[in-house]
């Protein structure tokens, strides 16, 4: 079914404690390439027919009001589902 | 800081009660365009130097071993962050 992709992520200004202990099990574990780890959500909203512009405003509104906390956190992506190959098909930033 | 994207959703066959309260809450809301909602997680690895294919192994090793419980949830993709308009640089599928 087609599906809406929703991605949430905490402000860049925002402590991300689950972000940095992740972070800090890198580098016990001698794993240190990656400097930061910041930790979001990711909504998969299945919808029944095409996916229209219209879908897409809709789902955006729904994240700014629903699915986001936006005094912490930032929408940074709205649009249809990725192909496995990392291609997206239509959409539209956040 | 170039930023390697590794996300994970629950297991198709897995209850997502997350999801099923925010689907809820969305009928609740009269937005009934969307049928089903499946929350995951979305983490931002940030590296110093350039992204490069040992550096996406790195991060899916890390992905499965780390970031997932492979149990009840998928690493359904591993690539570099995509761009504001949804167009994605270089990305293997996880």
Same mark, same amino acid.
């Given at each position: 079914m087609p599906t809406i992709v929703v991605e949430v992520m905490p402000k860049a200004e925002i402590l991300d404690p689950q972000g940095k202990a992740v972070a800090g099990a890198l580098v016990r574990l001698d794993r240190s390439?990656?400097?930061?780890?910041?930790?979001?959500?990711?909504?998969?909203?299945?919808?029944?027919?095409? +996916?229209?512009? /219209? @879908? *897409? =405003?809709?789902?955006?509104? +729904?994240?700014? /009001? @629903? *699915? =986001?906390?936006?005094?912490?956190?930032?929408?940074?992506?709205?649009?249809?589902?990725?192909?496995?190959?990392?291609?997206?098909t239509a959409a539209e930033g956040a």
């Open positions: 390439e990656f400097t930061s780890v910041r930790i979001g959500k990711r909504f998969e909203l299945t919808v029944d027919g095409p +996916i229209t512009a /219209d @879908l *897409l =405003a809709e789902a955006r509104a +729904i994240a700014n /009001d @629903l *699915l =986001a906390n936006t005094v912490i956190e930032d929408v940074i992506y709205v649009g249809e589902a990725r192909g496995a190959d990392g291609s997206q």
